[in-house]
Protein backbone atom coordinates (compact mmCIF):
# COMPACT_ATOMS: atom_id res chain seq x y z
CA UNK A 1 0.00 0.00 0.00
CA UNK A 2 1.26 3.73 -0.71
CA UNK A 3 0.73 6.36 2.02
CA UNK A 4 0.03 9.50 0.62
CA UNK A 5 1.71 11.89 2.10
CA UNK A 6 0.45 15.76 1.58
CA UNK A 7 1.82 19.28 2.44
CA UNK A 8 1.16 22.72 2.18
CA UNK A 9 3.95 24.41 0.29
CA UNK A 10 5.01 27.72 -0.48
CA UNK A 11 6.15 28.15 -3.97
CA UNK A 12 4.91 31.75 -4.15
CA UNK A 13 4.82 34.67 -1.69
CA UNK A 14 7.40 36.20 0.61
CA UNK A 15 7.85 32.50 2.57
CA UNK A 16 9.03 30.79 -1.35
CA UNK A 17 12.50 30.45 -0.73
CA UNK A 18 12.10 28.24 2.27
CA UNK A 19 9.23 26.68 1.40
CA UNK A 20 10.81 25.38 -1.87
CA UNK A 21 13.64 24.30 -0.04
CA UNK A 22 10.96 22.21 2.28
CA UNK A 23 9.31 20.43 -0.54
CA UNK A 24 12.78 19.47 -1.80
CA UNK A 25 14.07 18.32 1.35
CA UNK A 26 10.55 15.93 1.27
CA UNK A 27 10.91 15.03 -1.89
CA UNK A 28 14.67 13.80 -1.57
CA UNK A 29 12.91 11.69 0.96
CA UNK A 30 10.35 10.44 -0.81
CA UNK A 31 12.96 9.07 -3.54
CA UNK A 32 14.99 7.49 -0.70
CA UNK A 33 12.23 5.93 1.36
CA UNK A 34 10.93 4.25 -1.74
CA UNK A 35 14.71 3.37 -2.76
CA UNK A 36 14.30 1.05 0.49
CA UNK A 37 10.81 0.05 -0.13
CA UNK A 38 9.23 0.36 -3.51
CA UNK A 39 6.17 2.70 -3.98
CA UNK A 40 5.78 3.04 0.04
CA UNK A 41 5.38 6.66 -0.06
CA UNK A 42 4.21 9.62 -2.71
CA UNK A 43 4.06 13.33 -1.84
CA UNK A 44 1.26 15.79 -3.08
CA UNK A 45 1.43 18.88 -2.53
CA UNK A 46 -0.18 22.34 -3.32
CA UNK A 47 0.97 26.16 -3.36
CA UNK A 48 -0.02 27.83 -0.70
CA UNK A 49 0.91 31.48 -1.53
CA UNK A 50 2.81 32.21 1.68
CA UNK A 51 -0.80 33.09 2.91
CA UNK A 52 -2.56 31.94 5.59
CA UNK A 53 -6.68 31.59 4.40
CA UNK A 54 -5.07 29.89 1.42
CA UNK A 55 -3.29 27.68 3.62
CA UNK A 56 -6.62 26.27 5.37
CA UNK A 57 -8.15 25.88 1.76
CA UNK A 58 -4.87 23.79 0.84
CA UNK A 59 -4.81 22.01 4.19
CA UNK A 60 -8.97 21.29 3.65
CA UNK A 61 -8.42 20.10 0.33
CA UNK A 62 -5.64 17.51 1.30
CA UNK A 63 -7.31 16.04 4.00
CA UNK A 64 -11.01 15.79 2.65
CA UNK A 65 -10.65 16.13 -1.75
CA UNK A 66 -7.25 13.92 -1.98
CA UNK A 67 -7.96 11.91 1.30
CA UNK A 68 -4.24 11.83 2.24
CA UNK A 69 -2.35 9.51 4.63
CA UNK A 70 -0.18 11.31 6.21
CA UNK A 71 0.26 15.88 6.67
CA UNK A 72 3.39 17.44 6.93
CA UNK A 73 2.79 21.00 7.53
CA UNK A 74 4.32 24.11 5.88
CA UNK A 75 7.12 26.39 6.50
CA UNK A 76 6.98 29.77 9.14
CA UNK A 77 4.67 29.76 12.61
CA UNK A 78 2.01 31.88 11.01
CA UNK A 79 0.96 29.38 7.93
CA UNK A 80 1.62 26.31 10.63
CA UNK A 81 -0.72 27.56 12.74
CA UNK A 82 -3.52 27.88 9.95
CA UNK A 83 -2.92 24.25 8.81
CA UNK A 84 -3.37 23.43 12.56
CA UNK A 85 -6.31 24.58 13.10
CA UNK A 86 -7.97 23.08 10.19
CA UNK A 87 -5.76 19.57 10.87
CA UNK A 88 -7.28 19.30 14.01
CA UNK A 89 -11.08 20.37 13.10
CA UNK A 90 -10.79 17.15 10.61
CA UNK A 91 -9.14 15.11 13.29
CA UNK A 92 -5.92 14.84 10.98
CA UNK A 93 -2.21 14.58 12.27
CA UNK A 94 -0.01 17.68 11.57
CA UNK A 95 3.55 16.82 11.74
CA UNK A 96 5.12 20.09 12.01
CA UNK A 97 8.04 20.64 10.32
CA UNK A 98 8.43 24.56 9.78
CA UNK A 99 6.48 26.64 12.17
CA UNK A 100 8.77 27.34 15.18
CA UNK A 101 6.21 29.13 17.31
CA UNK A 102 5.54 28.12 20.65
CA UNK A 103 2.19 29.64 20.38
CA UNK A 104 0.85 26.42 18.25
CA UNK A 105 1.40 24.24 21.41
CA UNK A 106 -0.60 26.03 23.46
CA UNK A 107 -4.33 26.10 21.88
CA UNK A 108 -4.53 22.85 23.14
CA UNK A 109 -4.56 20.64 19.89
CA UNK A 110 -4.42 16.81 20.26
CA UNK A 111 -3.15 16.28 16.92
CA UNK A 112 0.18 17.74 16.42
CA UNK A 113 3.95 16.57 16.50
CA UNK A 114 6.78 18.82 16.66
CA UNK A 115 9.92 18.13 14.93
CA UNK A 116 11.71 21.77 15.25
CA UNK A 117 13.01 23.31 18.51
CA UNK A 118 11.03 25.71 19.11
CA UNK A 119 11.11 29.63 19.10
CA UNK A 120 11.90 30.24 22.60
CA UNK A 121 14.79 28.22 22.51
CA UNK A 122 15.96 29.28 19.38
CA UNK A 123 18.65 31.42 20.84
CA UNK A 124 19.08 29.65 24.27
CA UNK A 125 23.01 29.47 24.13
CA UNK A 126 23.24 33.57 22.89
CA UNK A 127 23.74 34.61 26.22
CA UNK A 128 25.53 32.10 28.25
CA UNK A 129 28.14 32.45 24.82
CA UNK A 130 28.10 35.79 25.24
CA UNK A 131 28.95 36.13 28.97
CA UNK A 132 31.49 33.02 28.22
CA UNK A 133 33.40 35.60 25.55
CA UNK A 134 33.29 38.75 27.39
CA UNK A 135 32.29 38.81 31.01
CA UNK A 136 31.87 42.25 31.52
CA UNK A 137 28.84 42.26 28.69
CA UNK A 138 25.27 43.17 30.18
CA UNK A 139 22.94 44.65 27.62
CA UNK A 140 20.56 43.30 25.15
CA UNK A 141 18.61 45.50 22.53
CA UNK A 142 15.40 43.51 21.00
CA UNK A 143 14.49 44.44 17.85
CA UNK A 144 11.69 42.54 16.13
CA UNK A 145 8.91 42.76 13.70
CA UNK A 146 5.82 43.59 14.90
CA UNK A 147 3.11 41.11 13.58
CA UNK A 148 3.67 37.38 14.19
CA UNK A 149 4.01 35.42 16.79
CA UNK A 150 7.69 33.50 16.35
CA UNK A 151 9.45 37.44 16.41
CA UNK A 152 7.66 37.56 19.95
CA UNK A 153 8.65 33.93 21.30
CA UNK A 154 12.34 34.28 19.89
CA UNK A 155 12.97 37.79 21.54
CA UNK A 156 10.66 36.48 25.01
CA UNK A 157 13.42 33.50 25.30
CA UNK A 158 16.08 35.90 25.10
CA UNK A 159 14.23 38.03 27.42
CA UNK A 160 14.05 35.03 29.89
CA UNK A 161 17.82 34.26 29.63
CA UNK A 162 19.09 37.55 30.27
CA UNK A 163 17.17 37.60 33.62
CA UNK A 164 18.44 35.07 34.70
CA UNK A 165 22.06 35.91 34.15
CA UNK A 166 21.36 39.47 35.16
CA UNK A 167 21.61 41.51 31.44
CA UNK A 168 19.62 44.00 30.93
CA UNK A 169 17.37 44.59 28.48
CA UNK A 170 18.01 48.10 27.28
CA UNK A 171 15.66 48.51 24.21
CA UNK A 172 12.60 46.79 23.05
CA UNK A 173 11.51 48.22 19.40
CA UNK A 174 8.89 46.80 16.85
CA UNK A 175 8.76 47.77 13.40
CA UNK A 176 6.32 46.98 10.70
CA UNK A 177 6.88 43.77 8.62
CA UNK A 178 6.94 45.73 5.25
CA UNK A 179 9.31 48.17 6.77
CA UNK A 180 12.47 49.00 4.24
CA UNK A 181 14.02 52.02 6.17
CA UNK A 182 15.55 51.44 9.52
CA UNK A 183 16.59 54.87 10.38
CA UNK A 184 14.50 55.05 13.40
CA UNK A 185 15.53 51.87 14.94
CA UNK A 186 19.11 52.61 13.89
CA UNK A 187 18.93 55.94 16.25
CA UNK A 188 17.54 53.93 19.22
CA UNK A 189 20.40 51.37 18.97
CA UNK A 190 22.42 54.48 18.69
CA UNK A 191 21.65 55.41 22.42
CA UNK A 192 21.14 52.31 23.89
CA UNK A 193 24.23 51.10 22.86
CA UNK A 194 23.49 47.78 23.88
CA UNK A 195 26.21 44.92 24.27
CA UNK A 196 23.71 42.49 22.35
CA UNK A 197 21.56 43.01 19.52
CA UNK A 198 19.47 40.93 18.64
CA UNK A 199 17.32 41.23 15.56
CA UNK A 200 14.29 38.87 14.59
CA UNK A 201 11.72 39.89 11.51
CA UNK A 202 11.28 38.03 7.87
CA UNK A 203 14.40 37.24 5.77
CA UNK A 204 13.35 40.43 3.81
CA UNK A 205 13.64 42.17 6.85
CA UNK A 206 16.75 41.19 8.84
CA UNK A 207 18.72 41.35 5.38
CA UNK A 208 17.65 45.25 4.93
CA UNK A 209 18.51 45.88 8.53
CA UNK A 210 21.84 44.04 8.51
CA UNK A 211 23.04 46.18 5.55
CA UNK A 212 21.68 49.45 7.26
CA UNK A 213 23.76 48.09 10.33
CA UNK A 214 26.71 47.98 8.66
CA UNK A 215 26.50 50.96 7.13
CA UNK A 216 26.04 52.79 10.23
CA UNK A 217 28.75 52.48 11.65
CA UNK A 218 27.29 50.97 15.14
CA UNK A 219 29.35 49.48 17.26
CA UNK A 220 28.01 46.31 19.44
CA UNK A 221 29.86 43.35 20.81
CA UNK A 222 27.74 40.61 19.07
CA UNK A 223 24.65 41.21 16.57
CA UNK A 224 22.35 38.86 15.85
CA UNK A 225 19.75 37.83 13.29
CA UNK A 226 17.75 34.80 12.92
CA UNK A 227 18.61 35.20 9.05
CA UNK A 228 22.20 35.04 9.42
CA UNK A 229 21.24 31.35 9.98
CA UNK A 230 20.96 30.90 6.41
CA UNK A 231 23.24 30.46 3.38
CA UNK A 232 20.75 33.42 1.25
CA UNK A 233 21.92 35.87 4.32
CA UNK A 234 25.86 35.76 2.88
CA UNK A 235 24.30 34.94 -0.66
CA UNK A 236 22.59 38.40 -0.56
CA UNK A 237 25.16 40.45 2.14
CA UNK A 238 28.60 39.38 0.62
CA UNK A 239 31.38 40.56 2.95
CA UNK A 240 29.11 42.81 5.04
CA UNK A 241 27.56 39.40 6.59
CA UNK A 242 30.61 39.13 8.47
CA UNK A 243 30.41 38.60 12.19
CA UNK A 244 26.83 38.18 12.47
CA UNK A 245 25.27 35.39 14.19
CA UNK A 246 22.11 33.25 13.64
CA UNK A 247 20.50 30.16 15.17
CA UNK A 248 20.49 26.89 12.73
CA UNK A 249 18.16 24.00 13.37
CA UNK A 250 20.53 21.98 11.58
CA UNK A 251 24.76 21.97 10.01
CA UNK A 252 25.58 19.31 7.60
CA UNK A 253 28.93 19.07 9.76
CA UNK A 254 27.16 17.73 12.76
CA UNK A 255 27.64 14.53 12.47
CA UNK A 256 24.76 13.23 15.00
CA UNK A 257 24.59 8.97 14.74
CA UNK A 258 20.97 8.44 13.70
CA UNK A 259 19.28 5.25 15.49
CA UNK A 260 16.83 5.83 12.49
CA UNK A 261 17.79 6.64 8.71
CA UNK A 262 20.43 7.69 7.00
CA UNK A 263 23.32 9.70 8.23
CA UNK A 264 23.75 13.74 8.03
CA UNK A 265 26.51 12.87 4.49
CA UNK A 266 23.71 10.41 3.21
CA UNK A 267 21.19 13.30 3.17
CA UNK A 268 23.65 16.18 1.94
CA UNK A 269 24.77 13.43 -1.30
CA UNK A 270 20.94 12.98 -1.66
CA UNK A 271 20.03 16.89 -2.11
CA UNK A 272 22.81 17.44 -4.14
CA UNK A 273 22.18 14.62 -6.54
CA UNK A 274 19.04 16.99 -7.05
CA UNK A 275 21.15 20.03 -7.66
CA UNK A 276 21.22 21.41 -4.35
CA UNK A 277 24.72 22.78 -3.67
CA UNK A 278 23.80 24.37 -0.47
CA UNK A 279 21.87 22.18 1.92
CA UNK A 280 20.25 24.67 3.95
CA UNK A 281 18.32 23.56 7.45
CA UNK A 282 14.55 23.99 5.97
CA UNK A 283 15.66 21.18 3.68
CA UNK A 284 16.88 18.89 6.45
CA UNK A 285 14.17 19.62 8.75
CA UNK A 286 11.44 18.12 6.32
CA UNK A 287 13.75 15.47 5.33
CA UNK A 288 14.04 14.88 8.97
CA UNK A 289 10.08 14.98 9.38
CA UNK A 290 9.75 11.90 7.06
CA UNK A 291 12.52 10.48 8.50
CA UNK A 292 10.38 10.54 12.18
CA UNK A 293 7.14 9.41 10.39
CA UNK A 294 8.65 6.23 9.19
CA UNK A 295 10.12 5.58 12.73
CA UNK A 296 6.67 6.31 14.29
CA UNK A 297 5.00 4.41 11.59
CA UNK A 298 7.01 1.31 12.40
CA UNK A 299 6.47 2.12 16.03
CA UNK A 300 2.52 2.13 15.38
CA UNK A 301 1.78 -0.83 13.10
CA UNK A 302 -0.75 1.52 11.17
CA UNK A 303 -1.13 5.32 9.42
CA UNK A 304 -4.03 5.69 11.97
CA UNK A 305 -3.19 8.79 13.56
CA UNK A 306 -4.34 8.64 16.55
CA UNK A 307 -1.60 5.24 16.78
CA UNK A 308 1.00 7.67 15.05
CA UNK A 309 0.41 10.48 17.72
CA UNK A 310 0.71 8.35 20.84
CA UNK A 311 3.99 6.26 19.30
CA UNK A 312 5.46 9.93 18.73
CA UNK A 313 4.72 11.18 22.63
CA UNK A 314 6.55 7.11 23.66
CA UNK A 315 9.44 7.34 21.33
CA UNK A 316 13.04 8.79 22.23
CA UNK A 317 15.54 8.49 19.23
CA UNK A 318 18.15 10.28 17.06
CA UNK A 319 18.01 11.01 13.33
CA UNK A 320 20.18 13.15 10.88
CA UNK A 321 18.69 15.79 12.32
CA UNK A 322 19.59 15.18 16.02
CA UNK A 323 17.48 13.91 19.32
CA UNK A 324 13.85 13.25 18.59
CA UNK A 325 11.62 13.60 21.51
CA UNK A 326 8.27 15.37 21.94
CA UNK A 327 6.13 16.77 25.50
CA UNK A 328 3.38 14.02 25.33
CA UNK A 329 0.97 16.40 26.30
CA UNK A 330 1.37 19.39 23.92
CA UNK A 331 3.36 17.57 21.27
CA UNK A 332 5.97 20.63 21.68
CA UNK A 333 9.58 18.76 20.40
CA UNK A 334 12.08 18.68 23.62
CA UNK A 335 14.69 17.31 22.22
CA UNK A 336 16.75 19.43 20.75
CA UNK A 337 18.66 22.38 20.77
CA UNK A 338 19.61 25.26 18.19
CA UNK A 339 22.97 26.21 16.73
CA UNK A 340 24.70 28.97 16.60
CA UNK A 341 26.56 30.41 13.62
CA UNK A 342 28.76 33.25 12.77
CA UNK A 343 29.88 33.75 9.79
CA UNK A 344 33.08 34.42 9.54
CA UNK A 345 35.91 34.93 6.46
CA UNK A 346 32.58 33.80 4.15
CA UNK A 347 31.55 30.62 5.83
CA UNK A 348 29.06 29.83 8.50
CA UNK A 349 30.94 28.37 12.12
CA UNK A 350 28.98 26.47 14.48
CA UNK A 351 29.80 28.84 17.68
CA UNK A 352 27.10 26.71 20.32
CA UNK A 353 26.78 24.51 21.80
CA UNK A 354 30.23 24.07 23.12
CA UNK A 355 30.46 20.16 22.30
CA UNK A 356 29.68 21.00 18.52
CA UNK A 357 31.61 24.55 18.59
CA UNK A 358 33.94 24.54 15.51
CA UNK A 359 35.28 27.94 16.50
CA UNK A 360 34.80 30.73 19.17
CA UNK A 361 32.64 34.09 18.66
CA UNK A 362 34.62 36.32 16.98
CA UNK A 363 33.73 39.28 19.21
CA UNK A 364 33.01 42.32 19.06
CA UNK A 365 31.12 42.86 15.88
CA UNK A 366 32.79 46.06 15.35
Known amino acids: MTLVVGMPVSLTGQFQMQGRQALAGLLAWERDANAE ?6 VLYHDDASDASTVREVTRRLIVG ?8 PYSSVLT ?22 DVYRQ ?35 VRASTGEFP ?26 SAVDFADVLERLRVAQADVVVVVGRVRNDLALAR ?27 SLAERFVGPSQWEPEVQHQPDSGPTAEQVVASLKRDGHPTVDYPMAQAYAAGVVVQTCLEEAGSPDGQALRD ?12 DFEIDAKTGRQIGRESLLVQWQDGRKVIIWPPDLAQGRLVYPWR
Open 37 to 42: TPDAFR
Open 66 to 73: DQIDILIG
Open 81 to 102: SAAAQVAEAHGKLLWNQGGASD
Open 108 to 142: GYHRIVGILTPARRYLSGLLPLVRQTESSASTVAL
Open 152 to 177: KAVCHGVAETAKELGFRIVLDVEFAA
Open 212 to 238: QLTDSGLSAGAVVAVAAGIQAFQDDLG
Open 311 to 322: AAGRLKFSTFYG
